[in-house]
């Protein structure tokens, strides 16, 4: 379990292809981190296949790749940068919302708008997933914890402020690229509990 606040950003050095999957290896800032350990990287929880005292190692299966824009990782070809945090401890300050780390899809940006005040973005969301989308409600994007603005028929509008640009990649975006989207889980509980009700 996550909260959508990432950590940092960790960059990404090397992308090699296993099977049918893929096999990331990014840097390792952190002291602590153990073989088997979960850790979001753009909003998908992985596990800590490989790690020592400079590097992490990720294993992507191909369901992974299919549902995430880990999907267009290649080798020699991928961001420098991911999102990262830690999984949830017991006890700890909730600061955004619960997020899974399960990705629900990847979704596109349709339009951004920046000034000195933060940024506006558009995302558009496939049909199924209207009834997970509630104004002011919360959604998780690429990772980070955001606030659903406002929403038409086919997409949602988010404001990021500038803190939020500072200490993630969002700033990077623009229209046509792809986000992983992970929808708000109480949201998604609620509107399955309404339809088994009938």
């Known amino acids: 379990m996550f909260t959508g606040l990432v950590e940092r950003s960790l960059r990404i050095r090397r992308v090699a292809t296993q099977g049918a999957g893929l096999r990331v290896t990014t840097e390792n800032p952190y002291a602590d981190v ?8 753009n909003g998908a929880c992985l596990t800590v296949a490989e790690t020592a005292r400079d590097h992490l190692v990720f294993d992507l299966s191909g369901e992974t ?10 080798p020699g070809r991928h961001p420098e940068w991911v999102h990262a945090e830690r999984a ?5 300050r909730l600061g955004g919302h619960f997020v899974t780390g399960h990705i629900d899809a990847r979704s ?5 708008k920046r000034d ?3 940024c506006a973005l558009r995302i558009a969301f496939q049909p199924n997933a209207r009834p997970w989308l509630v104004e002011k409600g919360s959604v998780a994007v690429d990772g980070v ?3 659903v603005n406002a929403l038409d028929e086919v997409s949602f509008a988010l404001w990021l402020v500038p803190h939020t640009l500072a200490v993630t990649q969002l700033g990077h975006l623009a229209p046509e690229m792809d986000v992983n989207v992970e929808y708000d889980m109480l949201g998604k509980y609620a509107s399955q509990a309404a339809h088994l009700r009938g």
């Not at 153990?34 to 990287?41: F, P, Q, W």
């Not at 790749?65 to 290649?74: D, H």
């Not at 596109?108 to 951004?112: G, H, P, S, Y």
């Open 34 to 41: 153990v073989l088997g350990e979960s850790i979001a990287l």
């Open 116 to 118: 000195a005040d933060g």
């Open 145 to 147: 914890s955001l606030t």
């Open 88 to 92: 949830l401890q017991i006890g700890a």
């Open 65 to 74: 790749l299919e549902r995430t824009t880990f999907g267009a990782f290649a």
């Open 108 to 112: 596109t940006v349709l339009a951004k």
